[in-house]
Protein backbone atom coordinates (compact mmCIF):
# COMPACT_ATOMS: atom_id res chain seq x y z
CA UNK A 1 0.00 0.00 0.00
CA UNK A 2 1.45 3.11 -1.13
CA UNK A 3 0.81 6.41 1.68
CA UNK A 4 0.92 9.90 1.32
CA UNK A 5 1.76 11.31 4.66
CA UNK A 6 1.29 15.15 5.75
CA UNK A 7 2.94 16.19 8.54
CA UNK A 8 2.16 20.03 10.09
CA UNK A 9 5.41 21.87 10.74
CA UNK A 10 6.63 22.76 13.87
CA UNK A 11 4.86 25.76 16.53
CA UNK A 12 5.69 29.10 15.18
CA UNK A 13 4.19 31.00 18.43
CA UNK A 14 2.43 33.32 16.47
CA UNK A 15 -1.32 34.05 17.29
CA UNK A 16 -1.30 35.57 13.85
CA UNK A 17 -2.38 34.61 10.40
CA UNK A 18 0.73 33.32 9.29
CA UNK A 19 0.82 32.24 5.49
CA UNK A 20 4.19 33.21 3.71
CA UNK A 21 5.83 34.99 6.19
CA UNK A 22 8.60 32.86 6.59
CA UNK A 23 8.62 32.45 10.63
CA UNK A 24 10.93 29.80 12.14
CA UNK A 25 9.66 26.61 13.76
CA UNK A 26 10.36 25.90 17.29
CA UNK A 27 11.88 22.17 17.17
CA UNK A 28 12.50 21.75 20.81
CA UNK A 29 10.14 18.53 21.16
CA UNK A 30 13.38 16.62 19.90
CA UNK A 31 11.34 13.78 21.41
CA UNK A 32 8.62 14.19 19.13
CA UNK A 33 10.58 14.78 16.41
CA UNK A 34 12.64 11.33 17.10
CA UNK A 35 8.93 9.44 17.15
CA UNK A 36 7.98 11.10 13.90
CA UNK A 37 11.14 10.25 12.15
CA UNK A 38 10.78 6.83 13.59
CA UNK A 39 6.96 6.49 12.31
CA UNK A 40 7.70 6.54 8.71
CA UNK A 41 9.05 3.70 6.11
CA UNK A 42 12.67 3.92 5.44
CA UNK A 43 12.36 4.30 1.59
CA UNK A 44 10.20 7.00 1.83
CA UNK A 45 11.01 10.81 0.40
CA UNK A 46 10.65 13.56 1.79
CA UNK A 47 9.36 17.03 0.90
CA UNK A 48 8.82 20.31 2.02
CA UNK A 49 7.21 23.63 1.22
CA UNK A 50 9.99 26.39 0.98
CA UNK A 51 9.40 28.18 3.58
CA UNK A 52 12.08 27.86 6.70
CA UNK A 53 9.37 26.32 8.97
CA UNK A 54 8.59 23.18 6.91
CA UNK A 55 12.16 22.70 6.04
CA UNK A 56 13.73 22.78 9.11
CA UNK A 57 10.94 20.09 10.92
CA UNK A 58 11.82 17.84 7.27
CA UNK A 59 15.30 18.02 8.22
CA UNK A 60 14.50 17.46 11.72
CA UNK A 61 12.52 14.06 10.80
CA UNK A 62 13.94 13.08 7.55
CA UNK A 63 16.50 10.20 8.65
CA UNK A 64 18.40 8.54 6.28
CA UNK A 65 15.58 8.96 3.62
CA UNK A 66 15.98 11.12 0.25
CA UNK A 67 15.00 14.71 0.56
CA UNK A 68 13.11 16.24 -3.19
CA UNK A 69 13.66 19.85 -3.31
CA UNK A 70 11.54 22.20 -1.53
CA UNK A 71 8.23 22.75 -3.28
CA UNK A 72 7.21 26.44 -3.61
CA UNK A 73 3.58 25.24 -4.48
CA UNK A 74 2.81 23.40 -0.49
CA UNK A 75 3.01 26.70 1.18
CA UNK A 76 -0.06 27.74 3.16
CA UNK A 77 -2.33 30.02 2.13
CA UNK A 78 -1.55 33.62 0.91
CA UNK A 79 -3.08 36.11 3.38
CA UNK A 80 -2.16 38.90 2.02
CA UNK A 81 -2.40 42.09 3.58
CA UNK A 82 -4.21 40.05 6.20
CA UNK A 83 -0.89 39.02 7.03
CA UNK A 84 0.44 38.22 10.28
CA UNK A 85 -2.67 40.22 11.77
CA UNK A 86 -4.87 38.52 14.26
CA UNK A 87 -8.96 38.47 13.87
CA UNK A 88 -9.74 41.16 15.17
CA UNK A 89 -7.14 43.47 13.50
CA UNK A 90 -8.96 43.12 10.21
CA UNK A 91 -10.11 45.91 9.14
CA UNK A 92 -13.06 44.38 6.63
CA UNK A 93 -14.67 42.45 9.75
CA UNK A 94 -17.54 41.40 7.04
CA UNK A 95 -14.77 39.95 4.29
CA UNK A 96 -12.32 38.21 7.08
CA UNK A 97 -15.84 36.56 8.09
CA UNK A 98 -16.75 35.45 4.88
CA UNK A 99 -13.07 33.97 4.22
CA UNK A 100 -13.60 31.94 7.10
CA UNK A 101 -17.38 30.98 7.40
CA UNK A 102 -17.62 30.71 3.64
CA UNK A 103 -14.95 29.59 2.35
CA UNK A 104 -14.54 29.75 -1.59
CA UNK A 105 -13.95 32.54 -3.70
CA UNK A 106 -13.21 35.24 -0.92
CA UNK A 107 -9.64 36.63 -0.97
CA UNK A 108 -7.80 38.58 1.07
CA UNK A 109 -7.01 41.77 -0.43
CA UNK A 110 -3.52 40.82 -1.86
CA UNK A 111 -4.48 37.11 -1.23
CA UNK A 112 -5.41 33.74 -2.43
CA UNK A 113 -9.48 32.66 -2.11
CA UNK A 114 -9.57 29.00 -0.43
CA UNK A 115 -10.31 27.83 -4.15
CA UNK A 116 -7.02 29.01 -5.04
CA UNK A 117 -5.23 27.73 -2.49
CA UNK A 118 -7.05 24.47 -3.33
CA UNK A 119 -5.81 24.15 -6.96
CA UNK A 120 -2.41 25.26 -6.27
CA UNK A 121 -1.83 22.46 -4.08
CA UNK A 122 -3.76 19.94 -5.52
CA UNK A 123 -2.12 20.41 -8.21
CA UNK A 124 1.37 19.96 -5.95
CA UNK A 125 0.15 16.79 -4.53
CA UNK A 126 -0.74 15.53 -8.14
CA UNK A 127 2.77 16.24 -9.88
CA UNK A 128 4.47 14.58 -6.59
CA UNK A 129 2.52 11.35 -6.70
CA UNK A 130 3.07 11.36 -10.43
CA UNK A 131 6.55 11.49 -10.42
CA UNK A 132 7.92 9.30 -7.48
CA UNK A 133 6.24 5.89 -7.00
CA UNK A 134 7.23 5.87 -3.22
CA UNK A 135 6.12 6.85 -0.16
CA UNK A 136 5.98 9.92 0.71
CA UNK A 137 6.68 12.24 3.75
CA UNK A 138 5.18 15.81 2.81
CA UNK A 139 6.04 18.38 5.68
CA UNK A 140 3.46 21.28 5.34
CA UNK A 141 0.97 23.65 6.66
CA UNK A 142 -2.23 23.83 7.88
CA UNK A 143 -4.13 24.85 4.93
CA UNK A 144 -2.33 22.10 2.86
CA UNK A 145 -3.35 19.34 4.81
CA UNK A 146 -6.60 20.53 5.07
CA UNK A 147 -6.93 21.27 0.93
CA UNK A 148 -6.00 17.41 1.33
CA UNK A 149 -8.74 16.38 3.89
CA UNK A 150 -11.16 18.40 1.96
CA UNK A 151 -10.56 16.52 -1.40
CA UNK A 152 -10.22 12.33 0.13
CA UNK A 153 -12.89 13.05 2.09
CA UNK A 154 -15.33 14.61 -0.06
CA UNK A 155 -16.17 17.81 2.32
CA UNK A 156 -17.42 21.03 1.47
CA UNK A 157 -14.76 23.82 2.22
CA UNK A 158 -16.23 24.64 5.63
CA UNK A 159 -16.44 21.55 6.90
CA UNK A 160 -12.82 20.24 5.87
CA UNK A 161 -11.66 23.64 8.27
CA UNK A 162 -13.41 22.24 10.70
CA UNK A 163 -10.75 20.09 11.63
CA UNK A 164 -8.48 20.40 14.15
CA UNK A 165 -4.29 19.98 12.96
CA UNK A 166 -1.66 20.33 15.88
CA UNK A 167 1.80 21.42 14.98
CA UNK A 168 3.99 17.97 14.53
CA UNK A 169 1.05 15.61 13.83
CA UNK A 170 0.59 13.18 10.66
CA UNK A 171 -2.17 13.61 8.65
CA UNK A 172 -1.92 9.80 6.50
CA UNK A 173 -3.65 8.75 3.37
CA UNK A 174 -3.51 5.58 1.44
CA UNK A 175 -2.86 6.48 -2.45
CA UNK A 176 -5.20 5.07 -5.27
CA UNK A 177 -5.39 4.81 -8.90
CA UNK A 178 -7.93 7.84 -8.62
CA UNK A 179 -8.09 9.15 -5.35
CA UNK A 180 -6.52 9.42 -1.73
CA UNK A 181 -8.25 7.79 0.96
CA UNK A 182 -7.55 9.40 4.51
CA UNK A 183 -6.37 6.89 7.84
CA UNK A 184 -5.49 8.91 9.94
CA UNK A 185 -6.06 12.85 10.67
CA UNK A 186 -4.03 14.88 13.08
CA UNK A 187 -2.29 11.64 14.74
CA UNK A 188 0.12 12.43 17.54
CA UNK A 189 2.91 9.89 17.96
Do not use: C, Y
Not at 40 to 67: C, H, M, N, W, Y
Not at 157 to 174: K, Q
Amino acid sequence: MRRLFIVRHGPTHAKSMVGWSDLPADLSDTSALQRLEAHFPSDAKVVSSDLVRTRTTADAIQGTRERLPDEPELREMHFGDWELKRFDEVEDQDRIRRFWEQPGDVKPPNGESWHQVVSRVDGAIDRLLASHTENLVVVAHFGVIVTQIQRALGLTAFEAFGHHIDNLSVTEFEVLPSRLRALSINQIL
